[in-house]
């Protein structure tokens, strides 16, 4: 019973990774036209570590988008990066 738990932790990780490789910076979505926005950003921000990874493969990938709507997009995204790797727990205090 735990090989089934462990096999299909591994293909939910599988399918949410190639999920999240679907929404990457710089895969055509965002043009001139149509900017990315604040909640663009976030998602970038938060999927930033495997667009990094994946644009090692794909010269077009990048972890950041060209065609953004400047500060809102630029929020969200830093906002993400601060939250996803650890940066909010400055604010927490330690544990005695």
């Not at 953004?68 to 790797?85: D, E, L, M, P, Q």
């Amino acid at each position: 019973m735990k090989l089934f738990f462990k096999v299909l932790l591994i293909a939910a990780m599988l399918v949410a990774i190639l999920g999240m490789t679907g929404c990457v910076p710089g895969d055509g979505a965002a043009s001139p036209d149509n900017v990315a926005g604040f909640f663009s950003g976030v998602w970038h921000g938060w999927i930033a570590p495997f667009s990094l990874i994946y644009s090692f493969f794909n010269s077009d990938i990048s972890i950041y988008e060209v065609y953004n709507n400047g500060v809102r997009y630029n929020i969200g995204f830093y906002i993400a990066i601060i939250s996803g790797f650890g940066g909010i727990a400055i604010f927490r205090g330690r544990n005695k």
